[in-house]
């Protein structure tokens, strides 16, 4: 039997007005249970978009999505029972200010799985755990560093369990040296705990490891896809050749 796709996206494309952000005839794909599926490009190639698509964030203009087999894009699906399913971790870590780490991972659980005191409060502690940072579960966002905070936004999208993650930039926004804290719990996620994970990053080290494919996108269209040793090693795509230049020389 072969294994079933966990996201299948036919011809997906999306429009803005009258500018398409994901051109016709759009983009196709298949995401299979724990993949590392790597996308970058350059600023306003469609990445985001195309990750707020495949969750419904917003909506697409054509196309499919399938989750595990079901049609998102189907408007008679409840589109929150995919949600949380699909985790998300954004660039600015969108974490409450005026609660605390445990309150924030807390809330979720209550007000969307609506989980007891105690299995909050358990999921609350292993995942703080699993991110290194047990001990600022009473500290507020403000206290903390970018990458911790960027820590605790994973904490909270673990502490769901969804069947996938969504990293869009996830240290973009982090000096060097907090980049390294927040890469180094996600490659947990794949050693430990064997998550799918779709990440749109420019950590090209860090999609060498621990890509299982790349996607490279351009002016809205995928125009090169392959495993991270063709994408960087020996692309044979030109403008492919000169985003990987550009990036080299920006860091
Ligand atoms: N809500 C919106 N309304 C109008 N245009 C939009 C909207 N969101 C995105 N766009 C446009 O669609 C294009 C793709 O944007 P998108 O955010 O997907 O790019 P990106 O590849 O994620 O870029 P970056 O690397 O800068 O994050 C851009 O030209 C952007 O200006
Ligand atoms: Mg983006």
Not at 111 to 136: P, Y
Request: aromatic share 6%; charged share 30%.
């Amino acid at each position: 039997m072969t294994e079933q796709p966990l996201i299948e996206v036919r011809n997906l494309t999306k429009k803005f007005k009258d500018f398409e952000a994901i051109k016709t005839p759009g983009v196709s794909l298949k995401i299979m249970p724990k993949e590392v599926l790597v996308i970058i490009g350059s600023s306003g190639s469609g990445k985001s978009t195309l990750l707020r698509c495949m969750n419904r964030l917003i909506e697409p203009t054509s196309g499919q999505v399938f989750f595990d087999g079901v049609e998102i894009t189907d408007k008679e699906i409840n589109i929150d029972d995919v949600r949380k399913n699909i985790g998300m971790v954004f660039q600015a870590f969108n974490l409450f200010l005026h609660l605390t780490v445990g309150e924030n991972i807390a809330l979720p659980l209550k007000k969307v799985l609506r989980l007891s005191e105690d299995d909050i409060e358990k999921r609350v502690k292993d995942n703080l755990r699993a991110v290194n940072l047990s001990e600022k579960e009473d500290s507020y966002p403000g206290e903390l560093s970018g990458g911790q905070q960027q820590r605790v936004a994973i904490a909270r999208v673990l502490a769901m369990r969804p069947k996938l993650i969504f990293f869009d930039e996830p240290t973009s926004a982090l000096d060097p040296e907090l980049t390294g804290e927040v890469l180094s719990v996600m490659k947990k996620l794949v050693t430990d705990f064997h998550y799918t994970l779709v990440i749109v990053t420019h950590e090209i080290p860090f999609a060498k490891e621990m890509a299982t494919r790349v996607i490279f996108m351009d002016e809205g269209e995928i125009i090169y896809r392959g495993p991270p040793g063709d994408v960087f090693e020996n692309p044979s795509n030109e403008r492919l050749k000169k985003f990987l230049s550009k990036i080299l020389e920006m860091h």
